[in-house]
Structures are given as structure tokens and as C-alpha cells.
């Protein structure tokens, strides 16, 4: 659980091309980041769109946002470190410096930002780190740095973590799968065959080292107040006690925080009601 600009020329990075990714106009691309490599994708022209996904997923998750927006945004979704086809962390790195160097590799000033779990810790980092690069911020079922889950919930990861060391992780994906965070989705018959496919393609996620990732300081959890860009908060009426805890909390401390809970989705909401998730995140960016 953890303005207009024009697209960049790939210099300094290596261009992949797939089937897919010509026939839908990605373009695709593996960046240099500090001890490490970055996965990302782009399409469209406008205003910057990015997408960071969450825990044990990868970019493919958004999948159900890029026909919404690839016509008035400039989109671009990456692979966190660990995830996806971005390298493993095995030295210390940073997810906020991460980020980073990917929007200055594509002269990117400023853009709006959406992520889900994972990608909302990462989202709430990068606004309290470079307040002047986000317009606006867009966080959905988010994790917070700092704070304390509870004792079932951690006691549920160490549970996969270790039926990943002992038993493979694939066993640890399975057991994710019907962790009460993905509940929702699995019942759901729009997208649970697709989240299966993504959740086995990266059960590799539960043997990453969390040491080697250098979070902000002071934590998140203690800063809220200072994030002033207008922000949208997204709720899937299904999700966690965790997940509504760290909601109320952000709706306490952000100004001018609006939040939407949507109908019948849990914890993966953009997937589960993708109808709804792209009519919320649209009219917001409208405004």
C-alpha cells in the first residue's frame, strides 16, 4: 500500500515500440533514474495528465482512463519502481525523485496528478516536495507517509510476505487477491480477470526491499496543511477502514479538499466504476 507543453523528443532514453502500443499511438519509453531504470508511457496533446498506480500493480491499471482523456490531455502513465517493467529496487532510490526526473526528462513544468493507493502516497509526497510543479491533485483510495496502519493490516502483509519467502509469490499474490482490499474487485466481473493478470504479473512486488526506498521527512501525515493545490479526493463506498480513516484525515487537513465517494467499488475504484471515477476526475480538471 503502500500548462500546454509539446512532447518530447526520447533523448537519453531508449525507445521501445510493441504491436499494442503502435496500434493505440503510446510511445513508450525506459528512462535512467537513479539506480535504476523507469518504465513510462505517453499519448495525447494538452495539459499534462499523470497517472501513478498503485501496490501491487502497474500502469495497466489505468487502462480504463486513457480513451477518457488521451483527447485533451498529453497523459503519461510509468511503471513505480519495482513494478511493471521498471527496474527492482536494490540500492536506495526515491519515489518523489523518480518522478521527478521523469516529468524534467519530458520538459514537463507542471501537471496535474492522479494516484491510487500506492501512487497516493507518491502523489501527496511530490506536492509537499515540488508544490510548483502540480496544478492540481487527484487522489483515489490514497495511502499517506506516516501513517500507522492497523494491527490487522499489517499483521495481513507480514502474512504474504512471508508466504512469499516460503512459499513462492504467486502464493502471496493469491492470498492478496483475497485480502479484504481487493474483495470488491474480485466480485466484480468488469475488471477482476484483468486485476488478476496484473496482481500475478507482479507478484515478484512482495520480495522488494522497503529499506532501499527513502521516504520525505517530516512525513506526509504531519504536512497536509501545506498542499495547496485544489485537490479531489475519491472514495470507492467499499473500501477499507484504513482507506476511510486516511480519507477522513486528508478532508481535515487539505483546504478546499472535495471528496467523492463512489458507488459500489472498493479499493481499486477506477477500474471497479470507471463510468463514475472518469466523470468525477473529468468535471474536476474542468473547473
Request: charged share 20%.
Amino acid at each position: 500500500m503502500r500548462p500546454l507543453v509539446v512532447l518530447s523528443s526520447f533523448a537519453l532514453a531508449i525507445v521501445l515500440f510493441s504491436p499494442a502500443a503502435s496500434q493505440d499511438q503510446f510511445q513508450s519509453a525506459e528512462l535512467p533514474v537513479e539506480n535504476g531504470v523507469l518504465y513510462y508511457e505517453t499519448i495525447g496533446h494538452g495539459p499534462p495528465l499523470v497517472f501513478i498506480h498503485g501496490g501491487q500493480m502497474d500502469r495497466r491499471m489505468w487502462d480504463p482512463q486513457m480513451d477518457a482523456f488521451r483527447q485533451t490531455f498529453q497523459i503519461i502513465r510509468y511503471d513505480v519502481r519495482g513494478y511493471g517493467k521498471s527496474s527492482l529496487p536494490e540500492k536506495p532510490y526515491a519515489n518523489v525523485d523518480d518522478l521527478f526526473t521523469l516529468l524534467n526528462h519530458l520538459k514537463i513544468k507542471k501537471a496535474a496528478l492522479v494516484g491510487l493507493s500506492l501512487g497516493g502516497v507518491i502523489a501527496i509526497d511530490f506536492t509537499l516536495v515540488h508544490p510548483e510543479m502540480v496544478d492540481r491533485l487527484i487522489l483515489s483510495g490514497p495511502g499517506l507517509g506516516g501513517y500507522q496502519e492497523s494491527a490487522d493490516v499489517d499483521a495481513r502483509i507480514w502474512a504474504m510476505i512471508i508466504s512469499a519467502r516460503d512459499s513462492g509469490t504467486e502464493s502471496a499474490a493469491r492470498l492478496w487477491m483475497k485480502d479484504p482490499y481487493m474483495i470488491p474487485a474480485m466480485e466484480n466481473a468488469l475488471c477482476r480477470d484483468k486485476i488478476r493478470q496484473i496482481v500475478s504479473d507482479n507478484a515478484h512486488c512482495w520480495l522488494n526491499n522497503p529499506i532501499v526506498e527513502r521516504g520525505i521527512k517530516p512525513p506526509a501525515i504531519q504536512r497536509l496543511h501545506d498542499i495547496k493545490a485544489p485537490t479531489l479526493l475519491i472514495v470507492g463506498e467499499r473500501d477499507v477502514p484504513d482507506i476511510s480513516a486516511i480519507a477522513d484525515t486528508l478532508e481535515k487537513s487539505i483546504p478546499g479538499l472535495k471528496r467523492v465517494a463512489l458507488k459500489g467499488a472498493g479499493h481499486i475504484a477506477n477500474m471497479e466504476n470507471p463510468d463514475d471515477f472518469n466523470s468525477a476526475v473529468g468535471e474536476f480538471l474542468k473547473n
